[in-house]
Structures are given as C-alpha cells and as structure tokens.
C-alpha cells in the first residue's frame, strides 16, 4: 500500500493525506448476459477496474473520495463489451477559522431508470434502461455565533445532475434523446439557532429560497420559511412546534404549492436509551404525519424507525440524497438511515421528470456481537410517491446483510434484498426483484486481496416476465 502524508501548515485545508491506487482483475460467469426472460445466454465476462481513494484528514479538514474505472470484456458477445465509472465523495474544509467553510460532494454510478426495465446480477453496463448518472453540489458555508444569545449559518449551494449515455458496444443504453433531463439548482439558506441563553425553549428560525433548471426553459422555484420551537416540559418530554409558508412553482405541478405549512408534536425521551418524537401537521395542501424512534438496545445494537414527507423534483431527490451521506465508524460513506454503502444516485422508483410527493416509512435494526467478529443489519422501507390525484405509486424494500470475521485473514458476507412495487395507478408496471449475494474476501498479503463472490437476480414484471440471472466471479485486487 502507498500511504502519502502530506503535513500542510496552511491553507486551512492541511492535514494527512492517504493515496491508494488500486487494480482489479475480475473473471466472471453470467448464465444471462443480456438479461432476457428467453433465449438466455451465457457467457464469461472479464471485467480490469484501476481506481484510486483519496482520504484527507486534519483539524480543518475532511476528505474522501473513491473513483475507479472499469472495462468489462465479453468472451462470446464482444458487442456487450463496455467501459463504466464510479466516483463517490465528500469533502469538506475550514477556510476562515470558526466562520467560513466550503462542502463538495460528488457521485457517478450507472443506474436503471425503470424498475420493470432490463436489470442485472452485478455491475455491468446494459444495452437499455440505463443511464450514466452524475450528481455534484458544492457549498459555501459562513456562520457566526452570537454569544449565548444565537448563532447563524447562511449558505449557496450549487447542485447539478446529469443523465449521460452509457457506453455498450455499438448498442448505447439511452439515447440522447430518450434519457431524462438534467438539472442545475442555485440555493440560498439561512437558519438562526438559539443558544445556550435559552435552557428550555430552543428554537430556529430559517428561510430558503432554491432555483432549479431542468430541459429547455422548464424552471422551478421553491421558497420557504420556517420557525420551529422545542419547549422542554420535563428531562423526559418536551412539546415541539412549527409553522411557515412555502411556495412552489413548476409546470409539473397540477396546482402550485402556496400556502402556510404548520406542525405540533412532541418528544419523549424516557430513558438514555430511548427517544421518539411525533408530530401532526399541515403542508403541501395536506395533512401530514411524520416522527423518529430511536432505541439503543445495548452498546452494539440499535432500531431506529422515521416516517417522513418530501415535496420535490426527482433530480432534487438525487441531490438531496448525495447531501445526507455519512461517514460511518470504518471510514465508509453510507446512508444515514440504512447504514448500507452509499449510492445516492438510485431514485428507487421509475424515473419521471416531474415534482412529487414522496413519503416513506423506514425501520433499521443493525448490530454486532461483543467481539464484532459478526456484524449484522436489517433494513425494511414503504414509499410512496403521488404525482397527483390520479397518479402513484408504492415501492416496498427489504434489505438483509450478515457478516463474519472468520479467521483473520478471511471474512464472509451474505446479503438478500427484496423490492416490490406493491400498488400502481397510472405510474409504471408492477414488478418484484430479489437479489441475494454471497462472497468470501480473503487477505493474501498487505498490499493483495481475493474475492469469491455469487450473485443472484430474479425478475418479475408485468412488463417482461420473468428473468433470472446467475452470476459466479472470482476477483484479484491489489493496491499500491
């Protein structure tokens, strides 16, 4: 492994610097590789990947990005032959020491736009139904604390996403003209947070205002003001509050967004272990039920649950999404709901270019034994978009991952993932996708790791039938 250090006194942005460029060499066996429900192919894919992690810390800085770029080469269908990126990342520095501060996050992954469409066992570019999507915000940040009275932070944010053409062969997975429409949002922010002045009223007052792009003249705005209040009764209960106005403008919208938004709840928090709030409210023209729980069950393992409403443009969703990933306790930028590797460029349901309305229940129980030589998480989601009175939809997932730390040297994991589209109106086709995904890593030295990996898809669409695809692969990775 190349570890580069880099001890930079100044800009702000110094600190430790780790480089880590890698090599892959994947040979795989695919009993579908044009993933058709008849007249099924196999087939051996090799597949080269050279990438590289870029990790930065320091007192005034936080990076890391991973990028890799692969070729996967048929045998026996060169004209599947194909070349694919993938990039994800977040960094962020201290430019004026306690006031200003600059956020860059970036994502590149090659994603389906249907759920009823071609679909695959592993990473590998399709002849259709795919699309290079390209995500990036970048964000400037200056805050500034008011004494014991409050603090502020204002904020721009730029954000744009792209939807290129995938490179397959002489086949090319969406045409220019079939792939949806990118976006470039502008975004202004500011929230005023009370401070420690205030021991039992805390309360926020902020005001957004968000321009957004998409095709040829298409424009949405999108402004908002909120002032929320937690008022703290007792060390166990408080009562929560908010009320604002929002107003949206957008072709796609039946009838625009124009009126004033409220919400009452409260929070209980009856031990250390446990906290739940829920609040009732109204906004988009409707009313609405939202709330979080959170228990820790022992030092290991915790269940968390949330229940959420969101109103926005399906490339805002992406956007918001490569916003929210996290850093988990390895170093790995995950999902802050699931846990599970980050890929914030999957939409989840088909892809509309329109605003919508999206609500989803999310339950999350993870954890580990005492030597966290087992490592385990189950996930399960409910969402449903509205589009409008005569147009929904409703995705139900369910995702299982166990893991264990072997011997030393090697570790194996398995991982099942059912998705269903449970209820349709006028949006799509049903359809109901199980993966499941078996693989054993083994470290041969410091600088070279082996992979025996099995994958498993099974389609089933009100659009195409049933499809099914094996996929066994052995993989050589070595770092430098």
């Known amino acids: 492994m190349l570890a580069v250090s880099l001890g930079l006194a100044r800009p702000a942005a110094g600190g430790d610097w780790t480089i880590v460029p890698r090599v892959d060499v994947r040979e795989g066996y695919s009993s579908n590789v044009r993933s058709v429900p008849e007249g099924e192919e196999s087939d051996l894919i090799t597949t080269a990947t050279a990438g590289t992690s870029v990790v930065g810390r320091g007192a005034r800085l936080n990076f890391n990005f991973d990028y890799s770029l692969s070729r996967d080469k048929f045998v026996d269908n060169s004209e599947l032959n194909s070349d694919r990126q993938n990039l994800i990342g977040s960094g962020s520095t201290e430019l004026w020491q306690d006031h200003l501060f600059l956020d860059a996050r970036a994502a590149i992954s090659q994603e389906s736009l249907a759920r009823s469409g071609v679909t695959a066992a592993g990473d590998r570019t399709l002849t259709e139904n795919e699309s290079e999507v390209v995500t990036f915000t970048a964000t400037p940040l200056l805050t500034r604390n008011y004494g014991r009275w409050a603090t502020s932070e204002t904020f721009y944010r730029y954000s744009e996403t792209r939807f290129l053409e995938t490179d397959q062969g002489e086949e090319e997975g969406v045409a220019a003209a079939a792939a949806p429409q990118g976006s470039r949002s502008h975004e202004l922010s500011t929230l005023v947070r009370s401070g420690p002045k205030f021991s039992r009223l805390a309360w926020e007052l902020s005001t957004s205002f968000l321009r957004t792009h998409r095709g040829q003249g298409n424009v949405l705005y999108d402004r908002k003001a909120d002032l929320s209040g937690e008022y703290v009764v007792t060390r166990e209960f408080a009562v929560l509050a908010r009320i604002g106005q929002q107003t949206m403008d957008d072709v796609s919208l ?3 967004v124009d009126g004033m938004a409220w919400s ?13 709030t829920v609040e009732y409210g109204h906004q988009f023209g409707d009313p609405t039920w939202t709330g979080e729980l959170g228990y820790k069950i022992n030092s290991l393992s915790t269940i968390s649950a949330s229940l959420t409403v969101n109103l926005a443009s399906q490339q805002q969703v992406l956007t918001n999404a490569l916003n929210g990933i996290v850093e988990n306790e390895l170093g790995s930028l995950v999902d802050p709901v699931t846990g599970l590797d980050a890929n914030p460029n999957d939409l989840g349901f088909d892809f ?9 229940f999310n339950v999350n129980f993870s954890g580990s034994t005492v030597d966290t030589r087992n490592r385990f998480s189950v996930n399960g989601s409910l969402s449903t978009r509205e589009l409008d009175a005569n147009n929904k939809d409703s995705v139900a997932n369910l995702v299982g991952t166990y893991s264990r730390q072997m011997t030393p040297n090697l570790v194996g994991r398995v991982q099942g993932n059912l998705s269903q589209t449970i209820q349709t109106s006028g949006v799509g086709a049903g359809d109901a996708t199980l993966r499941s995904n078996a693989s054993l890593t083994y470290t ?21 039938g049933i499809v099914q695809e094996n996929l066994i692969s052995v993989n050589l990775r070595r770092t430098f």
Do not use: C, W
């Open 254 to 256: 039946a009838e625009d």
């Open 264 to 276: 009452a709840g409260v929070r209980v928090q009856p031990g250390p272990r446990t906290v739940a």
């Open 352 to 360: 509309i270019d329109q605003v919508a309305k999206t609500q989803t």
């Open 444 to 464: 041969i030295s410091d600088t070279m790791v082996g992979i025996l990996d099995y994958n498993y898809v099974r389609q089933d669409s009100e659009a195409r």
